[in-house]
């Protein structure tokens, strides 16, 4: 999708933090409801996302896209709460995309935790939204202590005129779709598996700080990020693009590890590809492709030379495949 039709969508959207300040003219027709965590927004949430635009627009009715800020675990069990794959403004920029004509962010509080299954329904989904069709996942649960399943929503559905279909979760061959998935193969290292199920590369934001200036020395010279909260993949050297300052899509070799050969501590580093100029102090966002090998020690620095050397020569033939 290209910026000016990201900003079209963006201008004709309503996005709410409150499901009671959604406008009636947004609703009016009535809507077709979509609810998630949506974390990571990955291949199985665009699916459900867009089956629920193209029911809408066959009925003539308005599409209602409702998910939750922050995830309701950094709420109940902070220290257990799975590590974002997307920070809340690029969870709203992709959730946009799907072409809601409402986007709901609702603010996952304590008070709107401990609504029970029937009060979320009546005044959220009802009043508030005004649903004609909700479209969820077939293991969606809602509520205070997930009380709420497919079942109630069903029956509550037909005293109060909505239809839920309740669709398959999308599946590989051999699993599920899911986020703790994808999660898995970030922390893996596994990038271009969580690639293929998010559609699209894992994002790392940050923002570029002076490091120990090692990279210089040795003849290739790196940005050091400081990552935001966003699930870091496990250690090893990537094939990437990276977005900094204006520059976008600039190929890099990223690093990620405790430096074993220097000596230097846990760091995140690109060495950027055809590309001379200052980076420090710009946000940057790593995009990462493929993971081309495991972290290793090396005896001499030599040595560590000429294999970087070999690794940015398969860098560079990696995400040229992807031009």
Known sequence: MTVRALLRILCEMEIRT?????PHTATHQGTVVTIGNFDGVHL????ICNNSYTIARQRGLQFLICTFEPHPMELFAKDRAPARLTLPERKQQLL???RPDVLLM??????FASMQPQQFVIDAVVKAMNARVIVVGKNFRFGKARAGDIDMLKHMGRTNGFEVIAEDLLSTTDEVISSTRIRKHII?????SAARLLNR???????????KQVGNKIGFPTINISAEAVLVPGDGIFAAFVDVGNDT????AVYIGDRPTLAHGHSIEAHLLNFNRNAYGNNAVIQFVKKIRDNHKFSTVDQLKKQIADDVIAIRETLESCS
């Open 188 to 192: 893996d290292g596994d990038v271009a």
């Open 249 to 252: 899509n600039v190929p890099a």
């Open 201 to 211: 590369h894992h994002e790392l934001p940050g923002k570029v700080v002076t490091g």
């Open 18 to 22: 409150e499901y009671k300040h959604i």
């Open 44 to 47: 199985g949430h665009q699916t």
């Open 96 to 98: 946009s995309a799907l």
């Open 106 to 111: 609702q603010n996952f509080t304590w008070e």
